[in-house]
């Protein structure tokens, strides 16, 4: 497949830039946080983006969806990096519609996607439970007493966890963890009985939740898939979710990049533009490098799955390794160029760094997918 | 034009093992994983900035025949193709261990391995060097004066 967009994902892009420099720039977010919005993105935006059917583009046809790819799909995110949209498109649209894609029965399917598509349904994916992503390190219990299952045990780090309508639950339904086999799925409502949320407030200004389940009981019919062999729905789930947030970072190095380039051409200092420095000329060629590269693994990862290439995961962990490692770099040079005013709050360009690093953390960091990378190559 | 400037590089040798494997191979494997865990970092480390190379010479040359590139990304490939290339020769030299200083004879193939690590020094000089093409990249397309 040629490493290219055709006309129809550019002016899907192009659209998606247009609409969210608009409506979602980076003060809306700024505004989200100084206001402490309870739900932590905008309402009307999030109809206006359901209304332009984004959160239908991943879903197939049968279910009341697009089925438009992931190449597609992927400009809208790249887009939402350069703006730092906050919405549901991730965790509900992306992540959650595509797990119950991959593990859900026909009934589950018809009744969750659908909504989904509509805008009418939110969800909020709890995989892991300490601090470093590690799908299989999964002890929560839920154990079956006849026509439920009993959930009890904590997750972390859940985005969209304190305000989504279902909770997208993995939990041990045998074996021990660290094993893949015993993991199962199931569908929970947030406000069920012995859910109890704690919304975090992290660096990112963004949603995202610690949950503690107590006892919590699940109807058997809320079990997504079967029993105890969740994990390769869950798997290939966290594959397409790294692989937009492969794209969201590469949507930030890219406007941090062109925000600091702009600087360079802008600021004086002794008399001179500071970008006529040849130490700045040669960082900031350097960087732009590492930025081309991240373009190439970004549209390599979102083709392979729209191609349900086997090399999927090997791409994902690819792209996802490379966006955390050069966005890093892109926000640390972006601060350091932009000198004292970068570190400013005024300053939108440090808003950057602070959803960077949570964006890589989230399923798993450089260490995380070099390790599986080099696993999956064998060594 | 590029693909076989990368070819060049020595970056992707027909038939040839992978880093990853040749490392393997040479220091064994530990619980699923290559033994020398710091090293194993940087060998991945090589192959996933590899591979993100090689798609990116694709993408400029597929960008290029659909008419969308602007083709001034010659520098940008050159520049790094080089880096990468002198990177993968310490990683070599390092996954070799004192074997990989044997200068003569001919279970060294005649000192194959010092002698090339040696030679691609020159990758980053010839041609215009790193410096040169950071400086096209900053001028030329990123406009700063």
């Known amino acids: ?379 | 034009m590029k693909r076989e400037m990368i070819g060049g590089f020595g970056l992707t040798t027909a038939g040839s093992d992978t880093l990853g494997k040749i490392a393997a191979n040479a220091v064994g494997m530990e619980h699923g994983r290559m033994a020398d865990t710091i090293l194993r970092a940087e060998v991945l480390k090589w192959e996933i900035d590899a591979a993100a190379f090689a798609l990116t010479a694709e993408r400029v040359t597929d960008e290029v025949k659909s008419g969308q590139g602007v083709g001034a990304t010659s520098a940008m490939l050159k520049y790094y193709g080089t880096e990468l290339n002198k990177r993968r020769f310490e990683t070599m030299m390092k996954i070799h261990g004192s074997d990989a200083m044997i200068w003569e004879g001919a279970a060294s193939k005649g000192g194959w391995m010092p002698r090339t690590w040696l030679r691609t020094k020159g990758n980053s000089i010839e041609g215009g060097t790193s410096e040169v093409q950071l400086n096209i990249i900053a001028k030329n397309i990123l406009g700063l004066g």
């Open chain 1, 1 to 379: 497949m040629a490493m290219v967009i055709n006309e129809e994902h550019k002016m899907l892009k192009e659209s998606a830039q247009g609409f969210l420099a608009e409506f979602a720039p980076v003060s809306a977010l700024r505004k989200l946080r100084d206001e402490g919005s309870d739900i932590g993105y905008s309402v009307d935006l999030w109809r206006q983006m359901v209304d332009m059917g984004w959160a239908a583009i991943l879903i197939p046809e049968a279910y009341g969806g697009l089925e438009f790819g992931h190449v597609g799909m992927g400009q809208i995110v790249e887009q939402t990096g350069r703006t730092l949209t906050a919405s549901p498109l991730f965790a509900s649209a992306i992540v959650g519609a595509s797990l119950i894609n991959l593990a859900g029965t026909e009934a589950q399917k018809t009744t969750l996607l659908g909504a989904i598509a509509a805008g009418e349904l939110t969800t909020a994916l709890a995989v892991d439970e300490k601090t470093h992503h590690a799908p299989r390190q999964i002890s929560m219990a839920a154990v079956k007493r006849g026509d439920h299952y009993v959930l009890n045990g904590e997750k972390r780090f859940v985005v969209d966890g304190h305000s989504a309508d279902k909770l997208l639950v993995a939990a041990r339904t045998s074996g021990v963890a660290g094993e893949s086999s015993g993991i199962s799925l199931f569908v929970v409502d947030r406000t069920a009985s012995g859910v109890a949320v704690e919304r975090t407030a992290m660096v990112d200004s963004r949603n995202a939740a610690n949950l503690r389940f107590t006892d919590v009981q699940v109807p058997v019919a809320d079990l997504l898939g079967e029993e105890g062999k969740g994990f390769a729905a869950l798997s290939a789930a966290l594959d397409i979710g790294n692989a937009y947030l492969a794209a969201e970072l590469l949507g930030i190095a890219q406007e941090s990049f062109d925000r600091t380039l702009q600087y360079l051409k802008e600021r004086k200092q002794f008399g001179v533009l500071i970008g006529s420095f040849q130490a700045l000329q040669h960082r900031a060629a350097h960087w732009w490098s590492e930025v081309e590269l991240c373009k190439s693994v970004v549209l390599k990862a979102l083709q392979a799955l729209d191609s349900g290439d086997a090399k999927s995961p090997v791409m994902v962990s690819i792209a996802k390794a490379k966006l955390c490692e050069v966005t890093e770099l892109a926000t640390n040079e972006a601060i350091q160029m932009h000198g004292g005013i970068g570190m400013t709050d005024e300053y939108e360009i440090g808003f950057f760094i602070k959803r960077a690093r949570p964006a890589a953390t989230l399923y798993g960091g450089y260490a995380y997918h070099g390790d599986r990378f080099a696993q999956l190559c064998g060594y």
